[in-house]
Nanobody
């Protein structure tokens, strides 16, 4: 499985941004696809996940109501639509895939910077 995240950039607080994770390889419908982030000086944390089938979404409490994860079937991507961005959302965002209990495949991150 190959994963490539894109869509990061510099935005102001309150604005929106959409990240996209292009996925290729053998991915099963039940595979969990997740978005994680790592802020400067902090550990990587879970943001959101969805099954490759497009079902079963989960969100970290810190992003519930502001972020939405979805699958674009036509483009074969997992997208993270981020709204009402806050400076504390500043981080490198990574997409990952899990066939079992752990995320085994990771893509390179994309940087999101939110200015106040």
């Amino acid at each position: 499985v190959q994963l490539q995240a894109s869509g990061g950039g510099l935005v102001q607080a309150g604005e929106s941004l959409r990240l996209s994770c292009a996925a290729s390889g053998h991915i099963l419908s039940g595979t969990f696809m997740g978005w994680f982030r790592q802020a400067p000086g902090k550990e990587r944390e879970f943001v959101a996940s969805i099954r490759w089938s497009g079902r079963n979404t989960h969100y970290a409490d810190s992003v519930k109501g502001r972020f939405s994860i979805s699958r674009d079937i036509a483009l074969n991507t997992i997208d993270l639509h981020m709204t009402s961005l806050m400076p504390e959302d500043t981080a490198v965002y990574y997409c990952a895939a899990a066939y079992s209990a752990t995320y085994d495949y990771w893509g390179k991150g994309t940087l999101v910077t939110v200015s106040s």
